[in-house]
């Protein structure tokens, strides 16, 4: 269903509210009750609400009579995880993949509603409202959005089980907690990480019947510092680390949340704090992967730089299915082309960066520079 869509875009509108309009009743009153909520955004609290009542059958009628369906369902293979932090070309890189018939993946529409995917009433009248409000292209980056276009399954991992880092979209102010709690799971009970695992195994094969394809294609940034619980998950996962230039990874969080939190947050936060957040996440997130990358076995993972994958898409992706030994890349090639083709001419974002920020970077993320051989920027202006 989904693949069909995928060149149609969205219609063009100005409403984006958090994926939380599709959580559980109990996991939103738990979100609400241990987080503040500044009073400017009580109105878009009571949107949520409303969306979330008004779903609520649709969501019980699928939990207890559709998703029973898919617990004796074998995936075919292992998944394929992308890893990298999230301005680094994660999405482009699984848009090309996901351009090819092989590979499926959640939706937009699924990663806000899971458990409206396979109920049709449901399906029809939340899909109709978001290809009705949803904005046409994405603020932060002008990446086009449709209900039926690859997206991170990060969202729809919290809403039965509270265990999300996209809490963070909500409540920016406890970032930090929910990196050690919900990417880490540092004090998570086992049982409460045992239901999160078998939720998002869940998903995966809703995902894959509502896509089709042999496999699983996530692109989830969180997961770069989980390597460890997905290969208790699943042992033989392939994986592909993208990276790209630390200063530029900077610059575009920045201004990508700058954009896209105005939209989704529930709490206020100081500027300054966000800030210092983002160097933090990297540096944890980053620091762990390196780490924990030594867990997979070398066959399955290929390290790619978003320099190489710009440059050339087609002899990179060439190079994944290679490495990876994934099979079906001659009758892939065609439409992953087609997408490539399409994507001419789109307008990337102008960055400036202060001698301060930049100085910052060099020492905090000193480490990644020097992993990945990277330099300062030619095409970044240092201002005063």
């Known amino acids: 269903m989904g693949r069909e869509k995928m060149k149609n875009g969205a219609r063009t509108g100005g409403l984006l509210l958090p994926p939380s309009v599709g959580y559980s009743f109990s996991v939103l009153s738990s979100l609400y009750k241990n987080?503040?909520?500044?009073?400017?955004?009580?109105?878009?609290?009571?949107?949520?609400?409303?969306?979330?009542?008004?779903?609520?059958?649709?969501?019980?009628?699928?939990?207890?009579?559709?998703?029973?369906?898919?617990?004796?369902?074998?995936?075919?293979?292992?998944?394929?995880?992308?890893?990298?932090h999230w301005r680094s070309g994660t999405t482009f890189l699984h848009n090309l993949l996901c351009s090819s018939p092989d590979m499926g993946y959640v939706t937009t529409f699924q990663?806000?509603?899971?458990?409206?995917?396979?109920?049709?009433?449901?399906?029809?009248?939340?899909?109709?409202?978001?290809?009705?409000?949803?904005?046409?292209?994405?603020?932060g980056d002008n990446v086009k959005l449709s209900p039926d276009y690859p997206q991170?399954?990060?969202?729809?991992?919290?809403?039965?089980?509270?265990?999300?880092?996209?809490y963070f979209w909500m409540f920016p102010d406890k970032t930090q907690y929910f990196y050690e709690r919900y990417v880490r799971f540092q004090g998570v009970p086992e049982k409460q990480l045992e239901q999160w695992?078998?939720?998002?195994?869940?998903?995966?094969?809703?995902?894959?019947?509502?896509?089709g394809g042999k496999y699983f294609l996530s692109k989830n940034p969180p997961h770069t510092a989980r390597i460890k619980t997905l290969l208790e998950m699943f042992p033989d996962a392939k994986f592909i680390h993208i990276h790209r230039n630390p200063v530029i990874v900077f610059l575009s969080t920045l201004?990508?949340?700058?954009?896209?939190?105005?939209?989704?947050?529930?709490q206020k936060i100081p500027h300054r704090k966000l800030e210092n957040l983002i160097f933090s996440v990297y540096k944890q997130m980053m620091s762990t992967y390196l780490l924990e990358k030594e867990l997979i076995p070398g066959k399955n993972l290929v390290e790619v730089a978003f320099s190489d994958l710009e440059y050339d898409p087609m002899s990179t992706i060439r190079n994944i299915y290679?490495?990876?030994?994934?099979?079906?890349?001659?009758?892939?090639?065609?439409?992953?082309?087609e997408y490539i083709e399409s994507k001419k001419g789109y307008k990337k974002n102008i960055h400036t960066i202060t001698r301060k920020r930049l100085e910052?970077?060099?020492?905090?993320?000193?480490?990644?520079?020097?992993?990945?051989?990277?330099?300062?920027?030619?095409?970044?202006?240092?201002?005063?």
């Open 152 to 166: 991170e399954e990060e969202f729809a991992l919290g809403s039965n089980v509270p265990l999300s880092y996209y």
């Open 322 to 337: 290679k490495r990876l030994n994934i099979d079906g890349f001659d009758k892939s090639e065609p439409s992953i082309n």
């Open 35 to 84: 987080n503040k909520v500044s009073l400017q955004y009580y109105p878009r609290m009571a949107a949520i609400g409303l969306i979330n009542v008004i779903n609520k059958p649709f969501r019980a009628y699928e939990r207890y009579f559709i998703n029973r369906r898919f617990k004796s369902v074998k995936l075919e293979n292992d998944p394929v995880f992308i890893l990298g």
């Open 360 to 384: 910052r970077i060099l020492a905090e993320w000193d480490f990644a520079m020097k992993e990945w051989n990277y330099d300062i920027p030619d095409n970044v202006e240092i201002i005063k």
């Open 197 to 211: 695992k078998e939720e998002y195994l869940l998903q995966i094969k809703k995902a894959v019947a509502n896509t």
């Open 255 to 266: 201004h990508f949340f700058k954009t896209m939190l105005p939209n989704l947050q529930l």
């Open 111 to 139: 990663s806000v509603f899971p458990d409206t995917l396979f109920n049709k009433a449901g399906n029809f009248i939340f899909e109709t409202f978001m290809r009705l409000f949803i904005p046409a292209t994405r603020k």
